[in-house]
């Protein structure tokens, strides 16, 4: 049974890397998904036949409880999937991972408390049981972290929280002070003289990495909300990983390994493209509290454009960019974009998309709206493959962006986002912002584009502003 286990989980492990590799690009992200799916049924249904093969899983309550928990999971899975629309996908990205960090909590625990015969050296001494209490406090640890740090990203990305960084007195020390008390409470544990005698120390380190895992999230502010949805992706997998080495489960730990590393190399391309360090988001708010406070609003004056007008400039523009931004998710008008895409390509308008790496409220977020409506792949062009075609742009339609077009990235040290690489839209022959209003983003900072000479602002709901200007389009 071991052999054809462990041929099941190999097997498992190819599906979840060439679910990986079809994860990377647009056009095989569907057969990426079938393949996620199909390697986790497999893996799924072998632990399953295995735990009632090796006699642990006879026919009684444990096995009627194992069937019950994956019966209920599934269905909330299922209702979850099929209920969320886009603009809630990131908050159910956040809350899956807190599940993940959740478990890997609960398997360390109890792993401890009953170790598995797999994992007598957790009773025993020596160098064996060193190991096994250190995988236990590594995976509970890691797992807490994810957990708390998940659930407040979730409340941000939803909106329950404030999205501006929470900048304590002294952050960087208290960080530095709970790993330390972290790993400095290892000691009691693994010296612990019986079974069950570190609990205490295990539980006071889980409130420690808890703790953490809120101060992480909370000091971390909305423009790098994306990059932190990708870093909590890496913490689960890390976390699912410390429980397969706990369980003494190979698939549990390659796939662990995949998402982690995935996730860590995700976050470190997105903060590449962000001009940011990997620390300067991991330890939220770095540096922040040296920037000079603003030196008041910029002069200026902010000019409306009507339907028609900008319909008429539309018609008439040989070269016409889109930027997306979560307004557009919010407002749902992407399938009206599409079609608004399709009338000026017919009138022989060369339309295209620029993408931020941060745009939206996940990695890839515009990428996956724009897909669903049918927006061809070959004109959604990322940041720096276009960023430099806007000179030479008639004009810009920024649908819902905010932070992601602002020019004081780049030239006000003022800014918390100064040093972020931006869409230099302004550089454009004339730039339509479409929003329902004046307020700012999600990072909190107003905006000095509006109040350039060349930029109009089309102010409504995105979807009937679109629906609008392609009505007149089509005229």
């Given at each position: 049974m071991n052999g054809v286990t462990t041929v099941a989980y190999l097997m498992s492990g190819v599906l979840f890397i060439r679910s990986l590799g079809g994860?990377?690009?647009?056009?095989?992200?569907?057969?990426?998904?079938?393949?996620?799916?199909?390697?986790?049924?497999?893996?799924?249904?072998?632990?399953?036949?295995?735990?009632?093969?090796?006699?642990?899983?006879?026919?009684?309550?444990?096995?009627?409880?194992?069937?019950?928990?994956?019966?209920?999971?599934?269905?909330?899975?299922?209702v979850l999937a099929r209920r969320v629309e886009m603009t809630g996908m990131p908050e159910l990205v956040a809350i899956l991972h807190s599940f993940v960090g959740l478990a890997a909590v609960l398997v360390g625990?109890?792993?401890?408390?009953?170790?598995?015969?797999?994992?007598?050296?957790?009773a025993g001494g020596g160098a064996a049981h060193v190991v096994a209490m250190v995988e236990i406090w590594?995976?509970?640890?890691?797992?807490?972290?994810?957990?708390?740090?998940?659930?407040?990203?979730?409340?941000?990305l939803r909106g329950?929280?404030?999205?501006?960084?929470?900048?304590?007195?002294?952050?960087?020390?208290?960080?530095?002070?709970?790993?330390?008390?972290?790993?400095?409470?290892?000691?009691?544990?693994?010296?612990?003289?019986?079974?069950?005698?570190g609990l205490i120390w295990l539980l006071l380190m889980t409130v420690l990495a808890g703790a953490l895992g809120i101060h992480l999230v909370m000091a971390i502010g909305g423009a790098d909300m994306p990059v932190v949805v990708s870093l909590l992706n890496s913490y689960s997998?890390?976390?699912?990983?410390?429980?397969?080495?706990?369980?003494?489960?190979?698939?549990?730990?390659?796939?662990?390994?995949?998402?982690?590393?995935?996730?860590?190399?995700?976050s470190i391309i997105m903060c590449r493209a962000m001009n940011r360090s990997i620390l300067n988001v991991v330890f939220g708010g770095f540096g922040t509290g040296d920037v000079k406070p603003s030196e008041g609003p910029r002069s200026g004056e902010v000019r409306e454009l009507?339907?028609?007008?900008?319909?008429?400039?539309?018609?008439?523009?040989?070269?016409?960019?889109?930027?997306?931004?979560?307004?557009?998710?919010?407002?749902?008008?992407?399938?009206?974009?599409?079609?608004?895409?399709?009338?000026?390509?017919?009138?022989?308008v060369t339309v295209r998309f620029a993408i931020h790496p941060v745009a939206g409220r996940l990695p890839g977020h515009m990428n996956v709206l724009l897909a669903e409506a049918g927006v061809p792949y070959d004109v959604v062009l990322e940041m720096e493959h276009i960023n430099h075609d806007f000179t030479s742009t008639d004009a810009v339609l920024v649908i819902g962006a905010n932070d992601i077009?602002?020019?004081?990235?780049?030239?006000?040290?003022?800014?918390?986002?100064?040093?972020?690489?931006?869409?230099?839209?302004?550089?454009?022959?004339?730039?339509v912002v479409l929003k329902r209003g004046m307020a700012a983003g999600y990072a909190g900072v107003d905006n000095p584009l509006f109040l350039l000479d060349n930029t109009r602002m089309l102010f409504g709901d995105a979807r009937k502003s679109i629906e609008a200007l392609l009505t007149a389009v089509r005229k």
């Open positions: 994860l990377s690009k647009q056009e095989t992200a569907a057969r990426g998904n079938l393949y996620g799916m199909l390697g986790m049924a497999l893996a799924v249904a072998v632990a399953g036949v295995t735990w009632f093969m090796t006699g642990a899983g006879a026919v009684g309550p444990g096995m009627a409880l194992l069937i019950g928990s994956v019966v209920v999971g599934g269905a909330v899975g299922v625990i109890s792993s401890y408390l009953a170790p598995r015969s797999e994992h007598a050296a957790v590594v995976g509970v640890a890691v797992g807490a972290l994810t957990f708390t740090g998940s659930i407040i990203a979730w409340a941000k329950t929280l404030s999205g501006k960084p929470l900048l304590l007195p002294g952050r960087h020390l208290l960080n530095a002070g709970i790993a330390a008390g972290i790993i400095g409470l290892a000691v009691p544990f693994v010296n612990a003289s019986g079974p069950g005698q997998g890390w976390a699912a990983a410390a429980a397969g080495f706990v369980l003494a489960n190979d698939l549990l730990i390659v796939t662990g390994a995949l998402v982690g590393a995935s996730g860590a190399i995700l009507s339907v028609d007008e900008t319909a008429a400039r539309l018609r008439t523009a040989k070269s016409v960019i889109i930027v997306p931004g979560y307004g557009m998710a919010v407002a749902r008008a992407q399938n009206a974009v599409q079609e608004l895409t399709r009338a000026l390509r017919e009138q022989g077009v602002n020019p004081g990235a780049l030239d006000d040290a003022s800014s918390p986002i100064y040093g972020m690489p931006v869409l230099e839209v302004w550089k454009s022959k004339l730039v």
